[in-house]
């Protein structure tokens, strides 16, 4: 999850309308229950999490535990704690917390799949509700799990969804390569204006295929990124990815405009994770 200034802004106010299409993976097994969750003609349901056991399910899910700001200056500690991130009728809770711990002022969580589910290509979709409140960065995003091409940004990084508390109703989309990204002025993003955002649940999503990469909202895309063809540099997501799940505090970019103590504690609710192949 990186900071920006986006380049490209698509402001519009959509009806919300319920789920899906399709596509990806690397492990061909599921292991939550799939009898309710609707077919997709075309496509096989490869990964899924929907949250309905008491616990976090530690084959599916690690914790980064780490108080380095994630490489934005942020100011949480991530923590493996069961007050930080939670399963509570049937949703994933991500909880960030004003508190003293380990030289910080906040706690929260960020759970990856590495090595749990990785893959290439396909579609890979979050049904969240994100927090609301100045100071908060919530996000659901990707990384290499193999770092093929080298650090970040070289290897990559898929944001199907970044938001900041201090502009509430916009979500934004993006991609880091080695030849765009926002530390060179390069970066390649959209967002879009969701009136509900922080107080109702939306699919957020991405449609990855060889040569383009493209981000939806519910059933409406809204940004495509292409491969063009002429190298890594541009295009290094011919690699698995994994995904990832977290709450920010402040930060260069969720901080911007500082953070609101009253907004904490502030939490992203997942209803559920699920990925699929094109057959």
């Known amino acids: 999850m990186k900071r920006k200034i986006l380049s490209k802004i698509i402001l519009m106010q959509f009806a919300i309308i319920s789920i899906s299409f399709a596509s990806c993976s690397k492990d061909d097994s599921t292991t939550a229950p799939t009898d309710q969750i609707p077919e997709i003609p075309g496509y096989t349901l490869v990964w899924n ?7 976090i399910n530690p084959d599916k899910w690690s914790w980064e535990i780490n108080g380095d700001g994630g490489g934005n200056n942020e100011l949480q500690y991530y923590t493996a704690q069961p007050t930080n991130s939670f399963i509570d009728n049937g949703k994933l809770i991500i909880k960030a917390i004003k508190e003293n711990y380990n030289g910080k002022e906040y706690t929260s969580a960020r759970l990856r799949t590495l090595n749990k589910g990785d893959w290439l290509y ?50 934004h989309g993006s991609i880091h390569t080695k030849a765009y990204n926002h530390t060179i002025g390069t970066q390649k993003s959209a967002s879009l204006n969701i009136p509900n955002a922080t107080s109702s649940y939306h699919t957020y999503a991405i449609e990855w295929f060889a040569d383009r990469i493209d981000f939806y909202i519910d059933q409406y895309k809204y940004f495509t990124f292409n491969n063009e063809n002429s190298g890594w540099e541009k295009w290094p997501f011919d690699k698995r990815f994994h995904l990832i799940l977290n709450v920010a505090v402040g930060g260069n970019w969720g901080g911007v405009q500082g953070i609101d103590v009253n907004a904490f504690p502030a939490q992203m609710e997942v209803d559920f994770v699920r990925v699929y192949k094109k057959d």
Do not use: C
Request: aromatic share 14%; glycine share 14%.
């Open 49 to 55: 999490d929907e949250f309905d056991g008491q616990y």
């Open 122 to 171: 396909g579609r890979i979709e979050v049904s969240a509700k994100i927090p609301t409140g100045r100071g908060t960065w919530p996000a659901i995003w990707m990384l290499s799990s193999n770092w093929s091409y080298g650090g970040w940004p070289e290897s990559g990084e898929i944001d199907i969804m970044e938001h900041v508390g201090y502009d509430p109703n916009v979500i």
